[in-house]
């Protein structure tokens, strides 16, 4: 997949594609199937994806609690699994909030990338303000020359699939609901950095992650699914994954440790994807490392006996 940040000079090559626009967090199924409209729209066309980075909501409320689910290299992973060919990844900065929705349509859509055609969510919302709605977008595309489809919001069980759902979910410790909606495990990715080591000396050695940044999933021991992306030891593990501040020890920043079954190795600066399968329990404090020792055993008994057959 090629990603592709500018939208002012463009390879003629890169023009011409079919694209879905939208910010993606979570690549849930409601946004799978924008993706699926824009593939089937125009099937000879290169099939792409415009988002933005930073999010908007973080450009404007800079100060608001982490609220992503995914950071942008999760997500370009995801949208390259689903066979996206150009990720049109725009750096959402003051000149580009200040485009005029039709400003937008002729400057980026037309003559910056030259898309042949765009889907769009029935809530999408763009240029200036949020002033501009899927119908301007429709008209302006008609005057601009390129096609336009309005995708209907997606639903699962009566309710609509949404990232706000999502979140929802994860904040309860209901990853299953959460990849009913996604569609896969939600993953928590990034690189393996250096911890305190007290998983080592317990017997449970674990490879620590930071999730700033990230929303954050309700704090306790999941089972979980773990990929390991690049490194001599590449593929795929089960394991246990605290996610929390490690109250027994006093912690204060929240990450994510994980422990892989059957596995032996240095995962330091390996990039991890762990998937969340199920929630076991919320965090604990015990009266000594014994009876932490005894329930980290019984996290693992349970999480092996889950992924089984997950």
């Known amino acids: 997949m090629q990603i592709i940040r500018d939208f002012q000079f ?19 199924l409601g946004h799978q199937s924008v993706i699926d409209l824009a593939r089937r729209a125009a099937p000879d066309a290169p099939l792409g994806v415009m988002t933005f980075e930073p999010h908007p909501r973080e450009y404007f409320a800079p100060d608001t609690p982490p609220f992503r689910l995914m950071r942008g290299n999760a997500r370009a992973h995801r949208l390259e ?14 000149a580009l909030a200040g485009l005029t929705p039709e400003a937008f349509a002729k400057n980026v859509i037309s ?6 055609h765009v889907v769009v969510g029935a809530d999408f919302c763009f240029g200036k ?4 709605n899927p119908q301007d977008l429709l008209r302006f595309g008609e005057d601009l020359g390129f096609g336009v489809t309005i995708a209907p919001l997606m639903e ?7 990232s706000t759902a999502i979140r929802t979910a994860l904040s309860e410790g209901r990853p299953r609901d959460a990849a009913t909606m996604l569609g896969h495990w939600h993953r928590i990715e990034g690189e393996v950095v250096g911890g305190e080591q007290r998983g080592r000396e317990l017997g449970y050695p674990t490879a620590n992650m930071s999730i700033e940044g990230l929303h954050p999933p309700k704090f306790g021991v999941y089972a979980v699914l773990v990929d390991v992306l690049d490194g001599p030891h590449r ?21 994510v440790e994980t422990f ?8 330091y600066g390996a990039t991890l994807s762990v998937g969340l399968v199920d929630y076991l329990r919320p965090e604990l404090t015990f009266d ?6 005894s329930q980290m055993d019984a996290d693992c008994a349970r999480a092996r006996k889950i992924l089984a057959n997950p």
């Open 10 to 28: 463009i390879d003629p090559e890169d023009r011409g594609a079919s694209v879905a626009i939208g910010n993606f967090d979570g690549v849930h």
């Open 81 to 94: 699994k689903l066979g996206v060919q150009k990720l049109y990844e725009l750096p959402f900065n003051a």
């Open 156 to 162: 699962r069980s009566e309710n609509v699939v949404s």
């Open 288 to 293: 000594g490392l014994d009876g932490l020792i």
């Open 260 to 267: 892989l079954f059957d596995f032996s190795g240095d995962l």
């Open 129 to 132: 303000g949020r002033s501009g």
């Open 235 to 255: 593929g795929s593990y089960r394991g246990a994954a605290s996610v929390g501040t490690r109250p027994m020890f006093h912690g204060e920043i929240p990450n």
């Open 111 to 116: 003559d910056g990338l030259g898309l042949s």
